[in-house]
């Protein structure tokens, strides 16, 4: 079953001056349980596929179709309440909140959605474990490394169930140590939670990994391949 469908979706900036073309009739389709990289150059249109897909950004034309309702046309609040409910981000800046502790950040989304007082603390406590930062709890992320505080950002992503994840070069700002220790939590929380997820990167140790890997040039997929990981894995 398809969890996201994309259908001819162009993103176009500066339409009446000289148009860049950042999505141009993109048509992919994502199904449930999927690990898959968006890979391509610099301003090959990575960022503004997941935006759009995940209904930061709008599309100039096309539709997302998600469950067969397409979020392009959700108004306002009924976006807000789409993506609260069945979307992590995962960002490159992180966006953890700089007063909350790795604990209370890796709460908020649960708290916004009116959890359960004993869930929401026994999923924060699961998640912290999860991510490897049981004993940083009560750290802010100032005190925390950036590897430390990608994982409190996956950690909170994925800590009140959403069905797809979607992660703008997860990586990017990691030694190699946290890059492969953060993707091994991600392909464990794919496998045992069933999760979508969709991330750009430029990391050929993440492409490695990666299911599926669908590659971008100005705007347009093309090539989408699917590889076989554990023979990847037993290569090296
Ligand atoms: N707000 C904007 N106004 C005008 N052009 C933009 C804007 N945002 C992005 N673009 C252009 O859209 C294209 C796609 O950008 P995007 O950020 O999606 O690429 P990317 O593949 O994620 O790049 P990178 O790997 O460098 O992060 C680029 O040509 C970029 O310059």
Do not use: C
Request: charged share 25%.
């Amino acid at each position: 079953m398809n969890v996201i469908e994309t259908k001819d979706v162009s993103k176009i900036y500066n339409p009446d001056t000289i148009p860049v073309y950042a999505l141009n009739k993109v048509n992919l389709n994502f199904e449930k349980g999927e690990f898959t990289a968006i890979v391509g150059p610099s301003g090959s249109g990575k960022t503004t596929l997941l935006n759009v897909i995940g209904g930061l950004d709008d599309a100039s034309n096309g539709s997302v179709m998600i469950d067969g309702s397409d979020i392009l046309k959700l108004s306002g609040g009924k976006l807000i309440d789409f993506r609260l409910r069945h979307i992590g981000f995962v960002f490159q800046a992180y966006n953890l909140i700089p007063v909350l502790s790795a604990k209370e950040n890796i709460e908020f989304i649960m708290l916004l959605q009116n959890w359960p007082t004993k869930k929401r603390e026994d999923r924060t406590k699961e998640m912290l474990e999860a991510v490897g930062l049981k004993d940083k709890s009560g750290s802010k992320p100032s005190q925390l490394s950036g590897g430390q505080q990608q994982r409190v950002a996956v950690a909170r992503a994925l800590a009140s169930k959403p069905r797809f994840v979607l992660a703008d070069e997860p990586t990017a700002n990691l030694d190699s140590k946290s890059a492969e220790n953060l993707l091994d939590i991600m392909l464990k929380l794919n496998k045992e939670e069933h999760i979508t997820f969709i991330f750009s990167t430029h990391d050929p140790r993440v492409i490695k990994r990666a299911r599926r890997v669908i590659t971008l040039e100005d705007g347009k997929v093309v090539s989408d391949i699917q590889q076989n990981t554990e023979q990847a894995l037993a290569r090296q």
